[in-house]
């Protein structure tokens, strides 16, 4: 690759007319959940931006989140790695192997230093210098590090590279840490999830080879376009939470009526994720609509925030007494929805207080 | 004599690597060496924890095997706590994993094996109008004719059928054409694209499968729909102990699965069908025949000699595993192990292989001689020494290796045993396992199992080879994984006609809830759960004290075939068919990736057993089951 192109080029290249390459601006600005107002800033960025080149490194992972990669809809996998980004080194799908595979890595690296982005997949063990993770014949840590070194953004892809995720989870026997633990300096997107929305994965990567900038993130790094609300506040299944009508057990007449998961542990109230507006594969389910309680795999530390269908605690509702077994019994409009949410909040961050606290 | 290491091994899960010595006169592989080279922990992590959580705890062991470990993980706990599942619940598990191995197989076949056997530098040189003719040459003569029993055909006309025109082939062959000429070959940089074997198969069949591999990795994602509908998400959809969540009900408009979610699995199941028939299959035949006639059939191995599996697909719903229920009405009876299949069906031996048999101290054994580990018996794997013991390689220091040492440990994978002996698994054992014991009449076949048999008896026809010959090789690798989801595609058919039929007759129960409080369970129970998921036969284990996770393990088809060696038993599966392999440029060792890849291979599955703290896991100084 001689000079790096823009989407646009890329389209004139491939002989692809401009009419799709409108529709397809159009169908991204979309999936960015963008309004159409902002369609012809995003044809502007297409012609004009360059296609960075993709480096996506494998750490302590279960290539989970590859998988979800290759299952996007809009845009299209084989869009995305065959015509968007120039995916230069990934070793689930990519051909080479060896030491063939390395030494473009590494030429890829120095050819478009200050350029490339980094996609991260896994946590990385640290536990006695490393050795739980060798690829290459190098440890992850280092190869981590000398990736990150020349990197123009670092994206971390899915609850392991974001948090540490599972092998992380007590007692953590490689000692794994988020990989922001072990880079610095460099502009980190996290994207968690076990694993994350397809769509929101490319839909990130897309934002930044269109704006050539990281989309707006909030304080611990995540695109707030994806990860602005709770599960709770757009879940479909909400207007049975303020009504009280919850699945009581399994399979009881409230999981045939679709009634809320709370009270079986459901962690929607906690979970920062696109499940309840975008749901999953262009809105065709998410874990909810087929009747289980979200886990909040997206949220740091899920794991150790078992048992999982045990609900969380209960929740003071404003102007009565009443836990969530009472709710049904006060008229509960947006407001109080509001104030309820905000309750549950409050409590959640008061328990994880209290066990960091008793932690230390 | 030159020592060639190719460290990653992609288009795999996780982190695997391997080191094969070849005589560069004879292209021979006179030695070769597997390693797992990271290790997660996820067994250490599930201790303690609810017993109705670790269905999550265990999938996460793997994203491309997901539903895999989860299922095998509820079956487990229910195994343990005496749970019965609802007849619904039993169908839509298998229907899960019905989809699951279609799709796992599809992508495996055109995304991770695929460019082992085509090259898009190939495809540039066919004529479009001679692949079309030939597309219709391979769907005529590489169609396998054989269904399963479907009593409502819902699929009107095949939805995806392979294009076969001039003008389709020559804007694939534009595109790729652009890409080699811009340079940017993204995921086609750098690979052996020069490499003698991509001249085995002509032109038009590299631009058809190349084709296919862009039409199918847009497709692949249709063909799990069941997860999204009965668990929520995919990778990892849901689980519950005692069923499935999604509540069935025709009566409300919220329920999980009705009419509608119903129709949309029915609509995945159909693709999965044509998918399988139209492209997969065809494609793998035509490539396979081409191979069989050009004599390249090595890289059989450990195959020839013994295979092992553990039966799937219970037809109803069952009381436990460890009583024997499980096994009393499966479709896929692969329970057991074959030997000698080399020598032809009517030579090999079959023995059984019962539930009873992985308690016994006798049959199953871990060795870790050339593991990272501490300890030099073998051990039952309940009661394995597991203080870690990383050593430096060869050649190198501990982090930054050059050759890893075959002589000392140079693995995180550790090496399980049958008897004292080695066993390969996966879908070629299966088919090898059914063959034999239908073939000898140890047993009366199941639809699923004569399917089986009528498979590999017409591909023998097909490739006027006997299926010891086929079979046993990469290639037959390869080829039984195809037929496989061929099986499955329509067992996916099969359970969707049956969890519909019961719902119709008035029962929509999922989930059997007696047993969900901890309460109601005894203080001490043990389970195990068995699967025969895409990549071979699959075992979790599960103590549960006063509630909690006493002890986990998983003995997992990945273990099995990617062990490093062991001197009374001799090489592990990828370490024999490597050096059943011949390597025509030893630089460029293609057939070692296409071998390795036969076997699918998946390390975070491999290497997830053992505890680095040095301490043992759990109680595994004690039979679980005592």
């Not at chain 1, 063990?125 to 020349?150: H, M, R």
């Not at chain 2, 982190?15 to 004879?26: C, G, K, P, T, Y």
Request: one cysteine or more.
């Amino acid at each position: 690759m001689e000079k790096r192109n823009s989407l646009w080029d890329v389209f004139q290249k491939k002989n692809l007319s401009r009419r799709s390459f409108l529709k397809t601006c159009v169908a991204i600005t979309g999936v960015l959940g963008l309004s159409p107002t902002m369609i012809p800033n995003v044809i502007s960025a297409a012609e004009k931006r360059p296609l960075p080149p993709v480096i996506w490194l494998h750490g302590h992972e279960c290539t989970g989140c590859d998988e979800a990669f290759i299952r996007s809809q809009s845009p299209l996998a084989s869009d995305v790695i065959l015509n968007m980004i120039a995916l230069e080194d990934m070793e689930v799908i990519g051909a080479a192997a060896g030491e063939q595979l390395e030494h473009h890595a590494a030429e890829i690296m120095k050819k478009y230093a200050g350029q490339y982005l980094l996609l991260v997949e896994g946590a990385v063990p640290v536990g006695d210098n490393g050795i739980y993770c060798v690829v290459g014949g190098k440890t992850f840590e280092e190869s981590l590090k000398e990736a990150a070194k020349g990197a123009a953004a670092v994206i971390a892809v899915g609850s392991c590279a974001a948090w540490g995720g599972i092998q992380a989870a007590k007692p953590n026997p490689t000692k794994s840490v988020a990989i922001s633990d072990v880079i610095s300096g460099k502009p980190l997107i996290n994207i968690p999830g076990c694993p994350p929305i397809p769509e929101v994965l490319t839909g990130v990567v897309m934002h930044y080879a269109l704006f050539g900038e990281i989309p707006p993130l909030d304080s611990k790094s995540r695109p707030k376009q994806f990860f602005g609300n709770r599960i709770h506040d757009t879940c479909y299944r909400r207007a049975f939470f303020d009504s009280g009508m919850f699945v009581e057990k399994f399979d009881d007449i409230g999981s045939k009526a679709g009634w809320c998961l709370y009270k079986v542990g459901c962690r929607g109230p906690e979970a920062y994720n696109s499940c309840g507006n975008m749901r999953w594969w262009n809105g065709l389910s998410y874990p909810i609509q087929s009747g289980a309680p979200c886990i909040a795999c997206a949220a740091n530390d899920f794991w150790d925030n078992d048992q999982f269908y045990q609900r969380l605690p209960n929740i003071p509702v404003p102007n009565t007494i009443a836990s969530a077994d009472k709710v049904g019994m006060v008229a509960a409009g947006a407001v109080t929805a509001g104030v309820v949410a905000h309750g549950i909040a409050s409590a959640i961050q008061h328990k994880k207080h209290q066990e960091k606290e008793h932690k230390e | 004599m030159k020592r060639i290491v190719v460290d990653p091994v992609s288009r795999i899960e996780g982190h695997l690597r391997v080191e094969v010595v070849i005589d560069e006169a004879s292209g021979k592989v006179q030695d070769a060496l597997s390693s797992g080279t990271a290790w997660r922990g996820i067994e250490v992590v599930c201790k303690d924890r609810d017993p109705r959580d670790l269905w999550a705890f265990a999938q996460r062991i793997c994203g491309v095997c997901t539903t895999v470990h989860a299922l095998a993980s509820v079956r487990a706990v229910e195994d343990a706590l005496g749970i019965e599942i609802p007849k619904n619940a039993n169908y839509i598990r298998n229907i899960i994993f019905a989809s699951q191995t279609v799709q796992d197989h599809l992508i495996h076949f055109y995304h991770l094996h695929g460019l082992d056997w085509v090259s898009p530098v190939e495809a540039l040189k066919a004529n479009p109008a001679s692949a079309a003719s030939l597309q219709n040459t391979i769907l005529e003569k590489y169609s396998l004719p054989f269904s399963g029993p479907i009593e409502f055909e819902t699929d009107a006309y095949p939805k995806d059928f392979p294009k076969a025109t001039t003008v389709y082939y020559k804007e694939i062959q534009a595109k790729i054409k652009k890409i080699v000429d811009s340079g940017q070959l993204g995921i086609f940089s750098a690979h052996y694209w020069d490499h003698p074997d991509y001249a085995v198969l002509p032109p038009e069949v590299h631009l058809i499968a190349i084709a296919h591999y862009l039409n199918m990795l847009d497709r692949q994602k249709d063909l799990v729909l069941s997860h999204l509908i009965f668990g929520g998400k995919n990778p990892h959809p849901h689980y519950l102990v005692g069923g499935m969540s999604c509540s069935i009900s025709m009566n409300d408009m919220n329920a999980p699965v009705n009419t509608e979610r119903l129709a949309v699995v029915d609509t995945s199941v159909n693709l999965g069908i044509t998918a399988v028939n139209y492209f997969y299959l065809p494609d793998l035949l035509a490539i396979g025949d081409i191979y069989a006639k050009a004599g390249l059939l090595d890289g059989g191995g450990l195959a020839k000699e013994r295979v092992l599996g553990f039966g799937d697909l219970p037809d109803e719903t069952y009381t436990g595993t460890s009583n024997g229920s499980y096994h009393k009405n499966l479709l896929l009876r692969s329970n057991g192990v074959v030997e000698n299949f080399g020598q032809g069906v009517a030579n090999a031996v079959y023995h059984p292989f019962e539930p009873k048999d992985i308690l016994d101290p006798n049959v199953i054994t871990e060795s870790v001689e050339h593991s990272w580990y501490e300890g030099d018996a073998d051990i039952h794997p309940w009661k394995g020494e597991t203080k870690p013991k990383f050593t430096a390689p060869k050649e190198g220091t501990k982090t930054n290796w050059k050759y890893l040492d075959e002589n000392g440990k140079y693995s995180w994978v550790k090496t399980p045993k049958w008897r004292g002996k080695m066993a390969e698994v996966g879908p070629l054992a299966r088919y090898i396992i059914v063959y034999t014991k239908v073939k000898q009449g140890i047993m009366e076949p199941t639809w699923v199992e004569k399917m089986m048999v009528d498979q590999v008896d017409a591909v023998s026809k097909l490739l006027n080879l006997p299926p010891e010959k086929w079979m046993l090789s990469t290639l037959g690798r390869t080829l039984t994984r195809g037929l496989d989801a061929q099986v499955f595609a329509y067992v996916n058919k099969y359970f969707l006609e049956k969890l519909i039929k019961n719902i119709k007759s008035g029962d929509t129960t999922v989930a059997n809830m007696v047993k969900w409080e901890p309460s109601s369970w005894p203080q001490e129970a043990q389970g195990v759960g068995l699967h025969e998921p895409p990549r071979g036969g699959l075992s979790h284990w599960v103590v549960i004290k006063n509630g909690k996770t006493a002890n986990y393990q998983a003995v997992v088809p990945s273990t099995w075939n990617a062990c490093p060696r062991d001197s009374k038993a001799g090489y592990g599966a990828y370490e024999m068919a490597m050096i059943d392999t011949k390597v025509k440029v030893p630089e460029k060792p293609l057939e070692i990736l296409k071998v390795i890849h036969s076997f699918d291979p998946c390390l975070a599955c491999a290497t997830h057993v053992f505890n680095a703290e040095g301490k043992q896991i759990a109680v595994v100084n004690t039979d679980p089951f005592k």
